[in-house]
């Protein structure tokens, strides 16, 4: 059984940074693409950045390009999301997602498991 969970979030300033860490367990597909979702009450979840399983590369939303950063470790089981010069709009619950047999995706429909959630709040 798959399982992912997230630690890592918090409280943080305008202007400063947050990195999200997400361990996974379980997996036993050959390749695989982890995300990072966010999700703001009332509104549907959206991707935020992805990694390959197979080469380490990532994709991003264009909101999260050059401020977001996304890693996995070369067991591929865990993947941190750094997240830097944060506003308001980052405020959210962040998710981690797999997403079996994939190499990059940020459809939300197409991710097999998630993690719990983790609370992010930008604010002063």
């Known amino acids: 059984q798959v399982q992912l969970v997230e630690s890592g979030g918090g409280l943080v300033q305008p202007g400063g940074s947050l990195r999200l860490t997400c361990k996974a367990s379980?997996?036993?597909?050959?390749?695989?693409?982890m995300g990072w979702f966010r999700q703001v009450a009332g509104k549907e979840r959206e991707g935020v950045a992805c990694?390959?399983?197979?080469?380490?590369?990532?994709d991003y939303a264009v909101f999260a390009k050059d401020r977001f950063f996304i890693s996995i470790d070369e067991s591929g089981t865990t993947v941190y999301l750094q997240m830097n010069n944060l506003n308001s709009d980052a405020t959210g619950v962040y998710f981690c997602?797999?997403?079996?047999?994939?190499?990059?995706?940020?459809?939300?429909?197409?991710?097999?498991?998630w993690g719990q959630g983790a609370q992010v709040t930008v604010s002063a």
């Open positions: 379980g997996i036993t597909s050959d390749y695989y693409a």
């Open positions: 990694v390959s399983s197979e080469n380490g590369s990532g």
């Open positions: 997602g797999a997403a079996m047999g994939f190499f990059h995706t940020l459809q939300v429909d197409e991710y097999d498991y």
